[in-house]
């Protein structure tokens, strides 16, 4: 995965870059690359081009900011010099500053759909090449739980955890009570949580879903694909 921006990659540099790139994707038979821009649109349109020349795949990562874009034409750009569009459909709380992330979800159903109907909008062809993501993982507050941590987690307080079903997000919370008083708050997916996006992503006729990441998941997900 490549992280390029405008103070790093530019019209002077980019045919030494892309060279970089295919010279290391034929040392190691690199299919392709997936790549996240951040202000530098014209430059990833210049590489990708570059780069599908030698035969190579360019996937696009999506935030949640550029799922929602106020330029249609800009957004073409991007889908066009993409195998693929990658929408990073997790961390909803810690990306956006106006949540409070201790009683927030990772991944609500209502915001992931929308961002979907967004994109089809300016274009239903993209589709096909657009996917949305499933966290392997979840959150407590700032802390990120990997299924290992949650297991320790929810050994340690087993007998004061709530689990509740939110209708609206579709999505679990692992509640932690003292004499009755809220002390932690944890969201993280559940077989449920897996299945209700698997239908979404069927519900739009999506080229698919990814993982991030396989490490990171109660191994009894892997069942669920």
Not at 66 to 75: G, L, V
Not at 196 to 205: F, G, P, Q, V, W
């Amino acid at each position: 995965r490549l992280l390029i921006s405008s103070d790093i990659i530019n019209s002077g540099n980019i045919d030494q870059i892309s060279n970089k790139l295919i010279e290391l994707a034929s040392n190691y038979s690199f299919s392709g690359y997936t790549i996240e821009q951040r202000n530098a649109l014209e430059s990833f349109h210049l590489l990708s081009k570059l780069l599908k020349k030698r035969g190579l795949k360019v996937i696009m990562v999506l935030s949640y900011i550029s799922m929602n874009p106020k330029d249609a034409e800009s957004f073409k750009i991007i889908a066009s010099s993409s195998h693929r569009l990658l929408f990073m459909s997790y961390d909803y709380s810690q990306s956006r500053p106006d949540v409070d992330i201790s009683k927030s979800f990772n991944a609500p159903y209502p915001w992931i759909e929308s961002s979907i109907q967004s994109i089809l909008q300016i274009d239903s062809n993209l589709a096909s090449k657009l996917m949305i993501g499933l966290p392997m993982y979840g959150w407590k507050d700032k802390e990120a739980m990997i299924g290992q941590t949650m297991i320790i987690w929810l050994a340690k307080h087993s007998e004061s955890i709530e689990i509740v079903w939110d209708k609206k997000a579709k999505e679990h919370l692992f509640i932690y009570k003292l004499n009755n008083v809220i002390k932690e708050v944890s969201s993280y997916p559940t077989s449920l949580f897996i299945s209700k996006r698997l239908e979404l992503s069927l519900k739009y006729k999506l080229a698919g879903v990814f993982l991030w990441e396989i490490g990171q998941m109660m191994t009894y997900f892997i069942d669920m694909f």
